[in-house]
């Protein structure tokens, strides 16, 4: 599902930032 696919990216994203 694309959707799930965002999210898996914008989880990728955070941890980016919070790492």
């Known amino acids: 599902?694309?959707?799930l696919?965002?999210?898996s990216e914008s989880l990728h994203?955070?941890?980016r930032?919070?790492?």
């Open 1 to 3: 599902m694309l959707l």
């Open 5 to 7: 696919w965002k999210i």
């Open 13 to 15: 994203c955070l941890k």
């Open 17 to 19: 930032v919070f790492s």
